[in-house]
């Protein structure tokens, strides 16, 4: 009998062991939020990216809000009829796609932001450091509206993640698309020529010369799991996301309507037709 009692005991003990260590192993796994928001390229960086992100900072993604700035680049604003003493820092037509999120949840906010209800400055706060917001970051090429839902699945899976894992929230594939959000968009003033995306997509963030001893363990593509995704084709790859048109009304972009490629309320993506 005791022996019975001993043995049924060893056997509970183990049962709570096994459940406790499972309960620590899930709250380890962040929850994903319920809503898209942008996070800047910063949240990028540190412990999961960082060669990519210093790779960025050097590349003209990681410096597209500094060219808004009087004097700079002026013999391009002349070529296309802008005037290069001006400060086109707060100008909607430019903030668009010279910074990540504008008019959009947890996007980029300019100097002069302020809260309707209590007034408070609200604009995003610019680190000459770590840029992250104010210029053209991951979330403008990887994402639809924000990267804070797939970014916890990253973490989750520690970078193991199927290309529909990561889609479901947000994450487009259709790059050579995206890319056309901006550069070859009507409304860009720079409308001189079409981007050659083959040859532009290799100076993005060209990382392997920024692999230091400290972030060589961030090198996704080396892991072997980047290749895996690749043999696989996402919805997004199959079938372009649609891209948005706008429309600056009393000082303010507004998109219009039906040409988001998602809508957070119905949680659904739209495709060209």
């Known amino acids: 009998m005791g022996k019975t009692l001993k043995l049924f005991c060893m056997i509970l003990i183990s049962a709570f062991v096994l459940v406790a260590v499972s309960d620590n192993a899930e709250a380890r796994k962040k929850k994903i939020p319920k809503k898209p928001k942008y996070v800047g390229a910063a949240k990028c960086n540190g412990s999961c990216h960082d060669p990519y992100y210093q790779a960025w900072v050097k590349s003209p993604h990681g410096k597209t809000f500094n060219i808004l700035k009087p004097g700079e680049r002026a013999d391009a604003k002349k070529k296309d009829k802008l005037d290069p003493e001006k400060d086109y820092t707060t100008d ?15 996007g980029f906010k300019p100097a002069g932001s302020k809260s309707k209800k209590s007034g408070k400055d609200t604009s995003t706060k610019i680190d000459p450091e770590e840029p992250s917001k104010e210029q053209v970051g991951c979330e403008m090429c990887h994402s639809v509206a924000g990267g804070n839902q797939f970014r916890v699945v990253m973490k989750n899976t520690k970078g193991d993640f199927k290309k529909e894992e990561t889609e479901k929230y947000g994450q487009r594939w259709d790059y050579e698309n995206t890319c056309n959000r901006c550069h070859n968009h009507p409304k860009s003033p720079h409308g001189d020529g079409k981007l050659d995306y083959a040859k532009a997509k290799d100076t993005v963030h060209p990382f392997s010369k920024y692999i230091t001893e400290d972030n060589a363990d961030q090198n996704i593509v080396k892991d072997g799991k980047v290749k895996d995704r690749a043999k696989t084709k996402a919805k997004s790859e199959e079938k372009d996301l649609r891209i948005e048109d706008w429309e600056i009304k009393k000082g303010k972009l507004k998109f219009s309507k039906g040409t988001k490629p998602y809508s957070s309320k119905k949680k659904k993506f739209y495709y060209k037709k």
């Open 92 to 106: 909607p037509q430019c903030l668009r796609c010279h910074t990540t999120g504008y008019r959009q949840r947890g």
